[in-house]
T-cell receptor, first 114, second 110 residues
Framework: KAGVTQTPRYLIKTRGQQVTLSCSPI?????VSWYQQTPGQGLQFLFE???????NKGNFPGRFSGRQFSNSRSEMNVSTLELGDSALYLC?????????????FGSGTRLTVV | GENVEQHPSTLSVQEGDSAVIKCTYS??????FPWYKQELGKRPQLIID?????GEKKDQRIAVTLNKTAKHFSLHITETQPEDSAVYFC?????????FGKGTMLLVSP
């Protein structure tokens, strides 16, 4: 079956712009979590959506937001981009909330802010 | 919230040696502890997990141990091979979102 699909794979944006990233989970998975990965900081949790509801949110500013649609696809939006937002953004899908039977990660979107 | 510390940040071993990566967590109510392996340029993949009602779990050359009293858990890789070279992440969860450690880069030299 198809894995977790993230689009686009690469993005280059300038400071102040906004960006939307997309994640399509494995068919049947209702939970989508988003993580920011930067060198030395590991995987930092952004938010988790389950059945179209935001279940948890990490310690990121309000410029970071997301949503989930009825087909479980999720989008993440970052407004007023800053240089420090440059990172690999990973989404992970799981059958149930919290990823307790294991996450399946997508390949990520590499965002570069210049 | 949960805080997960992982050590060491880098680990170099010779092929055939054993490797041990250790993590500590802060929330005594955490009950699920997975380990992920991320090869260069690839996505993290689940390699093994353990739940709080189990003290040890093995899968071929890898094993995970959990000490709930001390709030730490470890990944053990025996007979390391060059293809084990990757970044390994531990994580902890209490019926909620996974909190990850900062990762350990394991380098296995032939």
């Amino acid at each position: 079956k198809a894995g977790v699909t993230q689009t686009p794979r690469y993005l280059i944006k300038t400071r102040g712009q906004q960006v939307t990233l997309s994640c399509s989970p494995i068919s049947g998975h209702r939970s989508v979590s988003w993580y920011q990965q930067t060198p030395g900081q590991g995987l930092q949790f952004l938010f988790e959506y389950f059945s179209e509801t935001q279940r948890n949110k990490g310690n990121f500013p309000g410029r970071f937001s997301g949503r989930q649609f009825s087909n479980s696809r999720s989008e993440m939006n970052v407004s007023t981009l800053e240089l420090g937002d440059s990172a690999l953004y990973l989404c992970a899908s799981s059958l149930s909330a919290g990823g307790r039977e294991g996450y399946t990660f997508g390949s990520g979107t590499r965002l570069t802010v210049v | 919230g949960e805080n997960v510390e992982q050590h060491p940040s880098t680990l170099s071993v010779q092929e055939g040696d054993s490797a041990v990566i250790k993590c500590t967590y802060s929330d005594s109510a955490s009950n699920y502890f997975p380990w992920y392996k991320q090869e260069l340029g690839k996505r993290p993949q689940l390699i093994i997990d353990i739940r709080s009602n189990v003290g040890e779990k093995k899968d071929q050359r890898i094993a995970v141990t959990l000490n709930k009293t001390a709030k730490h858990f470890s990944l053990h890789i025996t007979e390391t091979q060059p293809e084990d070279s990757a970044v390994y992440f531990c994580a902890a969860s209490r019926d909620s979102t996974l909190t990850f450690g900062k990762g350990t880069m394991l380098l296995v030299s032939p």
